[in-house]
């Protein structure tokens, strides 16, 4: 029992830590998202998203080795993550008068459900491989995991209130997560065959794209 209790504990706080670890884009996205609601709503957002996130993750992480290898999840999951940090600046830059006019709750958290399922494959597999099969370690890793992820997602939402720099660096990292997962999708890896210059090149190019559409936005904002 005792040998039993210590490999628990420690494949749980093996979890905990890749969780960690592995959440900072996530933990911006949820940032990102929350941003533009009400104080009142935010809370509600981050932690309805992020629940669900959990839920989606522990069902994902049974079948991430399959996950990983079927063509175009990666590639989609890219371009949604594109989209996204896209739509987060434009809305940004659009909304400056009023910035919580144009969007909802819900509409936060399917931003949050989305973004987290796609850019979460790695956390996935690390997480998959440190339960090794225990649905009960699996559930109770991430319930606790989460904790950390909403409180830096809540602090993010309140520092991009204050620096709107750091909503434009979201977005980049956004972006860079964007490239990265299309330019190492099964598919267009078995078809270009990129070489690690490469994938820099396409996460580079990606940022370039999201910050170069975001001032295109902010400047037609201010006209």
Do not use: C
């Not at 990102?32 to 994902?60: F, H, N, Q």
């Amino acid at each position: 029992m005792g040998h039993l209790s210590g490999s628990f504990l420690f494949d749980l706080v093996s979890i905990i830590l890749i969780d960690i670890l592995l959440a900072g884009d996530n933990a911006v996205v949820i940032a990102m998202a929350v941003r533009s609601l009400p104080e009142s709503k935010r809370r509600i957002g981050i932690m309805v998203g992020a629940g669900g996130a959990v839920v989606l993750r522990i069902a994902l992480t049974f079948w991430a080795a399959r996950i990983l290898e079927i063509a175009f999840i990666k590639l989609t999951g890219g371009v949604l993550i594109l989209w996204i940090a896209v739509k987060l600046l434009t809305d940004a830059a659009g909304d400056q008068e009023n910035k919580y006019q144009a969007h909802s709750t819900g509409q936060a958290i399917w931003m949050i459900l989305m973004a987290d399922v796609t850019m979460s494959l790695d956390n996935i597999l690390a997480v998959a491989a440190a339960s090794k099969g225990n649905l009960w370690l699996l559930i109770v890793g991430l319930g606790l995991s989460i904790s950390f992820v909403v409180f830096t997602s809540s602090l993010l939402a309140r520092i991009m209130d204050r620096y709107p720099a750091v909503l434009w660096l979201g977005a980049a990292i956004l972006g860079r997560v964007a490239g990265e997962m299309v330019i190492t999708d099964p598919w267009v890896d078995r078809w270009l065959h990129p070489t690690e210059s490469a994938i820099i090149g396409v996460q580079v190019f990606f940022v370039a794209l999201v910050l170069g559409v975001g001032m295109v936005a902010r400047t037609r904002s201010r006209r």
